[in-house]
């Protein structure tokens, strides 16, 4: 329903940083929850971090909460994470979806639309 583009990935060292950003199209970016999901070599996609409409309210996988921040632009029509102090546990290729639900949501199967990803890659 949204067409998706990821962007900002790379590769850093062990206790760097990086901000992701995900650009949409479309009129109504502002309609949906978005959601940050990471999927590693030979491991099922994990949630990050979402955010609602509004950007009100925020939440996070436990591994990242206090060193990433998700955010939105709704007027850019742009999601963000800015990810701090990187682990090589972070190591990911990352998506950013969105969501019709009317609240944050965890479950990777309540997103619609996805982009194509872009790979963070953290050496020790």
């Known amino acids: 329903q949204v067409q998706l583009v990821e962007s900002g990935g790379g590769l850093v060292q062990a206790g760097g940083s990086l901000r992701l950003s995900c650009a949409a199209s479309?009129?109504?970016?502002?309609?949906?929850?978005m959601g940050w999901f990471r999927q590693a070599p030979g491991k099922e996609r994990e949630f990050v971090a979402g955010?609602?409409?509004?950007?009100?309210?925020?939440d996070y996988a436990d591994s990242v909460r206090g060193r990433f921040t998700i955010s939105r632009d709704n007027a850019k029509n742009t999601v963000y994470l800015q990810m701090n102090s990187l682990k090589p546990e972070d190591t990911a290729v990352y998506y950013c979806?969105?969501?019709?639900?009317?609240?944050?949501?965890?479950?990777?199967?309540?997103?619609?639309?996805w982009g194509q990803g872009t790979q963070v890659t953290v050496s020790s």
């Open positions: 979806a969105a969501t019709d639900d009317y609240g944050l949501e965890y479950r990777a199967d309540r997103y619609h639309s």
């Open positions: 479309g009129r109504t970016f502002s309609y949906y929850v």
């Open positions: 955010i609602t409409r509004s950007g009100g309210r925020t």
